[in-house]
């Protein structure tokens, strides 16, 4: 499911550095429908205020936090749940 | 049997309060089709009143096959008369993740007329760091009777079953449904205002939890503190559980030494110290593996760390078609593949939760090593390089061990991209729980339970492999000549399977015995060379084999082939419990017999060219 970011397209979440802020702004259309329920049980919900936390090197698994949770989520799957900034 | 219904979502602390209200007297069964087992237990204080533990899960809207199962037992469960309570766990610091499910819970209940209470964890993490929830506020939004519990220091637990006793005896009015009918999207909402208007002020718990990852995940702090505790990890598989291993061995010897000569019969004696006793030590000996393993592993889990160490790892393994989850599974199969195929619980993705018992057998076990010590010893010049730096035989070993280990990642590679839409999956999103410091207690009884499971489950397939090698190497002579028994004979049947790596009937023997594990080869060819205590002592063997008309070629193509063949009755009993499948073990067994043949076949080919 990696995708390929052309210039101008919509930020994702993977694309958050450590620190950053976002709120999410959906989920693009190659993201199964069942992995979208199951982030938006999680909490990961448009309009969610969302921040990276973490950001390991070597492409491991960036460290979210929704609300009170923190998850760690790869590539795979944040890079196809839309982000738009929340300023600082 | 009265039955009351423990559910509640994943780092909730459900399987600390399920052990602390149960005790040891706990059963523990699975549902067909998936590998979670569903435990059930006395409710301490109320003897006519079980506790049934359902598998941890986010929603009761399921995205896996394995998922579906287990809440359609819930669902079932809830229809089954017996079941009079559901007790519903959630996470006090973290309304938010635990308060959808809850409603969802309390709507299928509502369905059925069961009572609900919601039990709110950690209770006392709020209390320590001057947090709370506003609990009557959040009965009356529920219309749900809400308990503050901490399973891990006790508090609250009494109240549990004086509440379910209260409900019985009450003369209980049918419950009015609140959120019957209720479409997910609106409790949902619901649950999100909840959170936001009731839950803990300020993020203090996030920002403690913030500090220690920016540690443990750092690319430098993180990476030697991960090494660090996977050496102890490791460590602990070998160093702590041997005491106990020689312990059991010796204590077996014992009792065989002063049971054995009271009989009078010779086979009778035979019997009872090669097959009954060695039967039982076969499976009694893992036990220390497996407690102590199930016990550490525990202990990273519940301190917070596994989530750190799956992340850590997952990247590299998922090139693999493998997760993070899958590195402590591997890593223990290292030692041993049976407490490797038991911490492949953690995997929660059914496909790679299979992908990883394909990788486990063919990681370089500690069973292999007298094995592959034997045939380097053999085969291998034991000159050095380098100003004896660097050893060929060292070499050799380090070769064989990477090799086991490059071919589990290529064969999950292969089968992952394979196979790539016909497994059940699910997404890497890991929930990160905070860091606590783990009750020694539920670990230790946790750990107690899963070695009786192992004995339970795989003792008696492990048992009855033994008694039947033994009695094919014993008869028709008594014991007197591997060579002429049955299990001889049936070497010599099979030779022409293994002349073309050039092994003769000895070796076919050898292997054939191997089967009950893999060190066996070693002690067989002992005797059947005429050589006593060959597993303490390899010298004589070694030579016996070198002055064999037995080749360099033939001793690699060995060496190739015990890496690769899953030559051991424990991880196929285990395997086959684990994975709910009798089939599975057996699959593997033939394809990695197959895969260890040719490859084999080809190293000896090559070799000879040489």
Not at chain 2, 183 to 206: C, K, S
Not at chain 2, 491 to 498: D, K, S
Request: charged share 15%; aromatic share 10%; glycine share 8%.
């Amino acid at each position: 499911m990696k995708k390929t970011q052309p210039p101008g397209a919509p930020k994702t979440l993977w694309s958050l550095r450590r620190g950053e802020h976002c709120a999410i702004a959906g989920y693009d259309d190659l993201l199964a429908e069942a992995y979208k329920v199951r982030l938006m049980e999680f909490g990961f919900y448009p309009g969610e205020r969302v921040s990276c936390l973490q950001s390991p090197g070597f492409g491991a698994p960036k460290v979210y936090r929704v609300n009170n949770t923190i998850y760690s989520l790869d590539d795979e799957i944040a890079d196809h749940i839309l982000v738009e900034s929340t300023g600082p | 049997m009265t039955k009351v219904l423990l559910i509640g979502s994943p780092n909730s602390g459900k399987s600390m309060l399920f052990n602390r209200l149960t005790g040891l007297s706990q059963k523990v069964a699975n549902f067909p089709g998936i590998t979670v087992d569903v435990a059930s237990g006395k409710l301490q204080g109320m003897d006519d009143v079980y506790l049934v533990d359902f598998p941890g899960t986010y929603s009761l809207k399921a995205i896996s096959a394995e998922e579906k199962v287990a809440v359609a037992q819930f669902e079932k469960a809830l229809a089954d008369a017996d079941v009079e309570h559901v007790l519903c766990l959630i996470d006090a610091t973290r309304l938010e993740k635990s308060l959808f499910f809850t409603l969802q819970v309390i709507r299928e209940c509502e369905l059925h007329d069961k009572p609900v209470t919601v039990l709110a964890n950690m209770i006392d993490v709020l209390e320590a760091n001057n947090l709370s929830i506003d609990l009557p506020a959040l009965e009356a939004a529920i219309h749900t009777r809400v308990l503050p519990i901490s399973a891990r220091s006790g508090k609250g637990l009494a109240e549990i079953s004086e509440h379910i006793r209260a409900t019985r005896t009450a003369d209980r009015p049918r419950q009015r449904p609140h959120l019957t009918g209720t479409p997910d999207e609106i409790l949902r909402g619901t649950a999100h205002q909840l959170a936001q208007r009731l839950g803990p002020r300020g993020d203090v718990l996030v920002r403690t939890q913030n500090r220690l990852d920016a540690f443990f995940l750092h690319s430098l702090t993180g990476g030697f503190a991960f090494f660090g505790i996977m050496y102890l990890l490791f460590q602990s598989i070998f160093t702590w559980s041997t005491p106990a291993m020689d312990a059991i061995e010796a204590s077996l010897a014992w009792i065989a030494d002063g049971i054995v000569p009271l009989i009078g019969s010779q086979v009778l004696q035979d019997f009872t110290a090669d097959a009954l006793f060695s039967g039982i030590g076969a499976f009694l000996v893992f036990v220390p593996q497996i407690f102590v393993l199930t016990f550490v592993i525990g202990l990273l889990e519940d301190s917070g760390y596994m989530a750190r160490a799956t992340l850590i790892c997952h990247k590299p393994l998922r090139y693999f078609g493998l997760t993070g989850k899958s590195f402590v599974p591997m890593l223990s199969g290292v030692a041993c593949a049976i407490p490797g195929i038991y911490a492949a619980r953690a995997v929660d993705s059914p496909r790679k939760r299979l992908l990883t018992y394909m990788a486990i057998p063919l990681m370089p076990c500690s069973a292999r090593l007298p094995v592959y010590a034997l045939l380097i010893a053999a085969f291998i010049p034991g000159d050095t390089l380098l100003g004896g730096l660097v050893g060929w035989q060292g070499l050799a070993m380090f070769g064989i061990y990477f090799f086991g280990m490059l071919t589990a990642l290529i064969i999950t590679g292969v089968v992952s991209r394979a196979r790539k839409d016909q497994f059940d999956d699910l997404p890497f999103v890991l929930e990160l729980p905070p860091y606590r410091l783990p009750g020694v207690k539920p670990l230790l009884r946790n750990a107690f339970n899963r070695a009786k499971h192992f004995v339970v489950k795989a003792g008696k397939i492990i048992f009855t492999v033994t008694l039947v090698i033994w009695v094919l190497g014993y008869f028709p002579n008594f014991g007197t000549d591997l060579g002429q028994s049955w299990l001889g004979h049936l070497g010599r049947l099979i030779e022409p399977l293994f002349a073309p790596l050039g092994l003769d009937w000895r070796y076919g023997v050898a292997i054939l015995t191997s089967f009950l594990a893999r060190e066996v080869f070693v002690g067989t060819l002992g005797t059947i060379f005429g050589i006593e205590g060959a597993e303490e002592n390899m010298v004589p063997l070694v030579e016996q084999i070198q002055n064999s008309d037995l080749t360099v070629a033939s001793g690699l193509a060995l060496l190739v082939f015990f890496a690769i063949a899953l030559q051991c009755v424990s991880t196929m009993a285990i395997l086959s419990k684990e994975a709910r499948s009798g089939t599975l073990a057996l699959k593997m067994f033939g394809a990695y017999f197959v895969l260890a043949y040719v490859a084999a076949f080809l190293v000896y080919q090559v070799a000879t060219l040489f």
